[in-house]
């Protein structure tokens, strides 16, 4: 009896040019990674086009590897495995995945088996419908516990709405589909994955980005690799993010601000100061107050000459190699046994 994976070939055309890529990182998910290949291939074969599957093992201490080669080489599979050296994190293993695709579309999803595949061939034709560049996948009914994962994401949800101009309502959906064209001139770093439609709408309108309601379930194996103090990195992420989507070009402008406005109430202090002793008489060597003017002062001085250096650096920045942040060790697709 053929698996689901061996009954997709010869319905689509190998010499046809690739239309998507899906790209999955994952970690630690033995018990996961052989039924999520075998859902993606039977939701696949609604999907009329060439398309290629990308596993980005991020350093997996478990038999995740192991379990995930044996179907390479699958018959009317194509599958590409990225084999990091150690474990990078969710974000530079996507970016990894997205670096390795080579269709004209990509789309992610988690290795958990909590996104539904199903939703993707519905997803890419909405995506073209609405000439979109990035449609992000809405979790509208969340299988997931209240307290420690619905409640910390419809605040972090509200937040980076508020600050990044992007209205959405699931912004930690790993489900989403890209064109690859603009989902390449963004590179993912730290943990921002989930900020990525932040990022993409400092390359595109915000316009172009769109969400669609997708179906999620309940983890069946292993467990969460989040918790409750996630919560906490998200706002400290959630402030790179605005200092970078507003401030990544002219740093200077941002430091240079609160420089000025503290050596502008610096001169107000001290002037006040220098009235209150030379005109009116009055001692002001032990008055707290020009210890605070003193201070702001300082403080002016060094967030000024900080911003000049940001600025710098930020030119170095625009000039600097593309350096991966993240280690492969090897791709299996197949060709290692031919």
Same mark, same amino acid.
């Given at each position: ?5 061996? =009954? ?8 046809? !040019? *690739?239309? #998507?890529?899906?790209?999955? !990182?994952? /970690? ?7 039924? *999520? ?6 939701? $696949?074969?609604?999907? !009329? ?21 044996? &179907? ?19 974000? %530079? %293993? $996507? ?39 990035? *449609? ?15 409640? !910390? ?17 699931? &912004? ?59 919560? /906490? ?5 959630? #402030? ?17 601000? *609160? ?12 002037? &006040?100061?220098? /009235?209150?002793? /030379? ?16 201070? #702001?002062?300082? =403080? ?13 650096? %930020?030119?170095?920045? &625009? ?20």
């Amino acid at each position: 009896m053929q698996t689901t994976a061996e =009954s997709l070939s010869g319905v689509i055309d190998a010499t046809a !040019p *690739l239309e #998507l890529s899906l790209v999955v !990182p994952i /970690f630690n998910e033995e018990e996961s990674v052989g039924p *999520l290949v075998e859902r993606i291939c039977a939701a $696949m074969t609604r999907y !009329p086009e060439r398309w290629e599957l990308i596993l980005v093992d991020d350093g997996s201490t478990d038999a995740t590897l192991v379990n995930a080669r044996t &179907y390479v080489g699958r018959k009317g599979l194509s599958l590409k495995i990225v084999a990091l050296q150690r474990n990078f994190g969710q974000t %530079a %293993a $996507m970016q990894a995945g997205i670096d390795t695709a080579t269709g004209r579309l990509i789309a992610t999803m988690d290795g958990d088996l909590q996104n539904d595949p199903n939703d993707i061939p519905g997803m890419v034709a909405e995506l073209e419908r609405r000439e979109l560049d990035l *449609l992000v996948g809405w979790r509208k009914n969340r299988q997931d516990g209240l307290l420690l994962r619905k409640v !910390p994401s419809w605040c972090a949800n509200y937040l980076i709405g508020r600050i990044t101009g992007v209205k959405l309502h699931d &912004y930690g959906c790993s489900l989403k589909i890209y064109r690859a064209s603009i989902i390449k001139q963004v590179k993912l770093m730290g943990e921002m994955h989930r900020f990525i439609p932040a990022w993409v709408a400092g390359v595109v309108p915000s316009s172009r980005i769109g969400e669609m309601v997708v179906t999620h379930h309940a983890r069946q194996h292993g467990q969460s690799k989040y918790g409750i103090s996630r919560t /906490f990195r998200v706002i400290l992420d959630l #402030l790179s993010v605005m200092f970078f989507m507003r401030y990544k070009a002219r740093p200077g402008h941002f430091f240079g601000s *609160l420089g000025l406005g503290l050596g502008g109430l610096s001169a107000l202090i001290l002037i &006040y100061l220098f /009235f209150d002793k /030379f005109i009116m008489g009055n001692d002001i060597g032990t008055r707290p107050m020009l210890m605070v003017g003193v201070v #702001l002062l300082l =403080s002016s001085v060094q967030l000024i000459t900080t911003g000049i250096l940001a600025e710098m650096i %930020a030119r170095t920045y &625009y000039r600097d190699d593309d350096s991966p942040n993240y280690i492969v060790q090897k791709i299996f697709d197949g060709s290692e046994n031919a």
